[in-house]
């Protein structure tokens, strides 16, 4: 199957017709318009992950991703250019060290890259074999020869050489925020966006005397910036791997008001409602907070129903979203209480097709209406949208962006 064309010219048009889409959806509710946040044309993307293929008749294996459905077609690529410059720069380099040696290469059938802006990369090496002594020593050469860490996986194993982490350095407001991006966790794709989305976040929250609840809050992406313009944070998050890696980042950043629990959102609306006690919240005095505002950034299916009258209490609601769709449903079960008071839309997946089809590994988008999947392809949408709310003439205003 040919490669697809990247296409950066195209891009202007499709921002454009993202920011219809957007105009279109939050149309019943007043919104007003949108403030649109550009991404890098080409080099954006942080992390990806490949099959690996073999031709017909050779042992040579090539970088492959295919069409959502087809597992048969392979799109092979040497380059990948939405990927960050590093990725690009490790790749034939890579791909040689696996050609060239056979304990690395044998049994290798998915590579995963993990980069950040401030340079450090991180690999995951699959196997359909056990891994052993003589692989870690290749790896250990490998990860000395490129300057990264190497994580080898394997069913049931997993052997680190180096950090199981990427450590990564984002501005907000002046101020120079570190983070540690585990290997396997999720991250946000696009960094320059992300730096957006994080400034713009932290400029509608602004200077507050009250406490913040934060939903999904990950390894504390949103957290560090928006600790700092407020008096205490309630934090939750449910994955272990995001809820250490949180932890590490409020201690490395000197960030000491924030109270994490792990807990989903849903757990933590029926502890907020009486339904029932969990442990993890025995040593904190939810009644000792003063919430005025609440901060979402929930998955693409949205916040449930009960979650989403959860917010409904407080007089500010920060919205962020990766799923346009279900932020219009959310939206419209606040409506008649909140109303947007400023929206955004940040370009997360350039030149993706508004709603068209992404893949966990980050294919590429270009011209077409099909997205190359790696694997089972996951839905993506091109565009992430938050929100903000706060009183105003006696009627909760609902701030979207």
């Known amino acids: 199957m040919s490669r697809p064309a990247f296409d950066p010219a195209a891009y202007d048009a499709q921002l454009a017709e993202k920011k219809a889409r957007l105009v279109e959806l939050l149309a019943p509710f007043a919104a007003p318009e949108p403030e649109v946040f550009e991404s890098p044309r080409e080099y954006y993307r942080l992390r990806t992950e490949f099959r690996l293929w073999r031709e017909a008749g050779s042992e040579n294996r090539h970088y492959a991703m295919f069409e959502a459905g087809d597992k048969h077609s392979p799109i092979f690529f040497e380059d990948f250019p939405i990927a960050s410059l590093r990725i690009n720069e490790l790749m034939p380099r890579l791909k040689a060290a696996w050609q060239g040696n056979h304990t690395l290469g044998f049994k290798l059938f998915q590579v995963e890259f993990l980069t950040t802006l401030a340079g450090d990369a991180l690999i995951t090496l699959c196997y359909h074999r056990p891994l052993d002594n003589a692989w870690e020593a290749a790896a250990t050469l490998l990860a000395e020869e490129l300057q990264v860490s ?40 696009n960094g320059e966006v992300c730096q957006k989305m994080l400034g713009w976040a932290y400029d509608v929250l602004g200077e507050r005397d009250d406490d913040l609840l934060e939903l999904y809050c990950g390894n504390g992406n949103f957290t560090l910036p928006l600790a700092t313009r407020v008096r205490k944070v309630l934090a939750t998050e449910i994955s272990k791997t995001s809820v250490n890696a949180a932890l590490a980042n409020l201690a490395d950043n000197g960030i000491d008001n924030v109270t994490l629990v792990r807990l989903s959102a849903e ?75 400023r929206c955004a839309l940040f370009d997360q997946f350039p030149l993706h097709p508004p709603y068209g089809v992404g893949c966990a590994a980050g294919a590429p988008l270009g011209s077409v209406g099909k997205v190359p999947a790696l694997g089972d392809a996951s839905l993506k949408i091109a565009s992430a949208c938050s929100f903000t709310t706060r009183k105003l003439r006696g009627l909760t205003d609902f701030c979207l962006a």
């Not at 101020?175 to 396997?184: A, D, I, K, L």
């Not at 500010?316 to 449903?329: D, M």
């Open 267 to 341: 757990e933590l609306t029926e502890a907020l409602n009486e339904v029932r006690p969990f442990r993890r919240l025995a040593d904190i005095d939810l009644k000792s907070y003063d919430f005025g505002s609440v901060f979402v950034d929930p998955p693409r299916a949205g916040m449930d129903p009960d979650t989403c009258e959860l917010t409904r209490r407080f007089e500010r609601i920060l919205y962020i979203s990766c799923n346009p769709e279900t932020l219009a449903q959310n939206i419209a079960q606040l409506h008649d209480s909140h109303r947007i008071e």
């Open 150 to 189: 190497v994580v080898g996986r394997s069913k049931g194993k997993r052997i680190v050489v180096g950090r199981p982490y990427v450590e990564e350095e984002l501005q907000v407001a002046g101020r120079r925020y570190r983070y540690r991006q585990p290997e396997g966790a999720f991250t946000q794709p």
